[in-house]
């Protein structure tokens, strides 16, 4: 009885933990700005759960509002493509 009962609150314990570190790469994916070429041509980069915000140039000069959602399954380069974000396949 005494071992189930200790077994229970170290469960507890453990899940109560999971749940409020949510999901890791997330929480430390805020604020960091991932590698890309998109670097050179866009400013007030963002992450937040995964999703890439920022504002990026397009060919004539003008900034416009972008974002990539799940920006870290990209595998390749990530680019503006002409004030928009995008994924580059690696090749």
């Known amino acids: 009885m005494k071992n189930t009962l200790v077994a229970l609150v170290l469960g507890a314990l453990s899940l109560s933990t999971v749940m409020s570190s949510s999901d890791p790469a997330q929480a430390q994916d805020r604020g960091r700005e991932p ?13 937040d759960r995964g999703t890439l915000s920022a504002r ?4 004539r000069g003008n900034y416009h509002r972008t974002r990539m959602e799940d920006y870290r399954r990209c595998r390749g380069d990530i680019e503006n493509d002409n004030g928009h974000l995008r994924c580059r396949p690696h090749r």
Do not use: A, M, P
């Open 35 to 47: 590698q890309g070429s998109y670097r050179r041509t866009c400013r007030d980069v963002r992450t």
């Open 56 to 59: 990026c140039q397009d060919r």
